[in-house]
C-alpha cells in the first residue's frame, strides 16, 4: 500500500488526518541464539518485510488502536484509558503498543492519547519479530510525535523490552527489538549484549553471488511461551551453580571444566550450547570481516545442531526444512528466532536457489520462502 492510500486507510477508520507515520521491520537473527539473554552476541538483521504506524495525538487521555491485519474478533478499533493501564489487563495484539505507551510513562516521559493505524508486512507467527516491530513502531512514533528528545534508539529498545517483560509477561531478552530499532540497509548488526557495543557489519550477499533464504513452517507449538522462561531460568541456574553473573563468562577454552563443575545433564546441555553459540558469533564475525561469506555456512549448520540437541528448541518441520535444504545444496541452515516452530535461515548460491526453494516447498508444502537481504532500521515514513 503506497504513503497516500496509508494516510487514507487512517482517515477512514479515525475520520480525520495522521500527524505521521513510522515504519519499524521485523528481523531474522543470523546467528547467536538464546545468548541475548545470557549478556552474550547476537548477530540479526533487518528484514524488509515492516510494521508500519499512521498517528495522530489525542488530548482526552484516550489510545485508540487500529489493525489493517485484524480481522473477524480481533478487528475493529481497541479503546483504551491511559489512566486504566496495567500490567496484565490488555489482551490481543493490542497488549503491545499498550505495554508501549504504559511503559513510556513509566519512565517518565510525556506521552499521551493518540489514535493509531497499523498495517504490517512481516507474517505474524513466523519467529520473525512481528511483535518487536508493532513494539518499536509505536514506541519511535509516540516518541518523537510528542518531542521527547535524548532518547537512543537503544534505549528505546530497552523500553520496549522492558514492555514486554513487565506488561505482556514475556521473559525475552533484547535482541528482536534492538534489531528493529538499530539495524541499518545492508548490515548485520553485531550485539554484544554486556554493555550493548553495537557494530553494523557489511553482509551484502547479491555481490557474493548468494542469497538467504527464509522458509516460514507456519508451525508454532503451543509450549514454546512457557519453556522459554523455563530455558532462561535454566541458563540462570547454571550460572549461578558455576559462580558465574551469566553464562556468557564462561570462556569458549573453559568449557570442559564449566562442564565437569555442573551437577546435572540439562545444566551441561544448556552450557554448552550457549558457550559454543557465543563462539559461532564470533567465528561468523570473523570471517563476514574477512571477505569469507561462502564459508558461515556451515557455522550456521553447526548452530543449528546446537539448537536442537542441546538446547532443545527445533521442532520436526525446522529440522526437515534445514536437513532438506542442505541436502539439496544448500551451504548451511539453521532455525531463527525462539524456536518451537518459525523459519528456518538457508544460505544458497544463487545458482542452486531454485532446486534448494523446491526440495524444500516439496518436503513441507505449507512452507512460506523468500529470499531476503538486509533492509533497514526503524524509522519515520513521513
Ligand atoms: C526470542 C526472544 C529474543 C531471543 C530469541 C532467541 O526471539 O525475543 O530475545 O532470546 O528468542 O535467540
Redesign the pocket.
Known sequence: MTDAAFEIAFKNVFGRAPEGAWSAPGRV?LI??????NDGH?MPFALPHATRAAVARRDDGVLRLHSANMEGEEGGVVELRIADLAPGTTGGWARYPAAVLWTLREAGYPIGGADIHYDSTVPVGG?L?SS?ALQVVTALALTELHGVQGVSRQELALLC?SS?NTYVG?P?????QTASACCTEGHALHLDVRGLAQRQVPFDLAAEGLRLLVCDTRVKHAHADGA?GEL?AGCEAAAAALGLTALRDVDFDGLDAALAALPDDRLRRLTRHVVTENHRVEEVLELLDAGRTREIGPVLTAGHASLRDDFQVSCPELDLVADTALAAGALGARMT???FGGSVIVLVEEADETAVAAAVAEALPQVRQFATVPGPGAHRLW
Do not use: F, I, L, P
Open positions: 537473527n547467536g541464539e538464546h545468548t541475548d539473554y547476537v519467529g519479530s518487536a523490552q514486554e514475556a525475552v531478552g533484547v535482541m528482536d522459554y532462561r528466532g525462539g524456536g
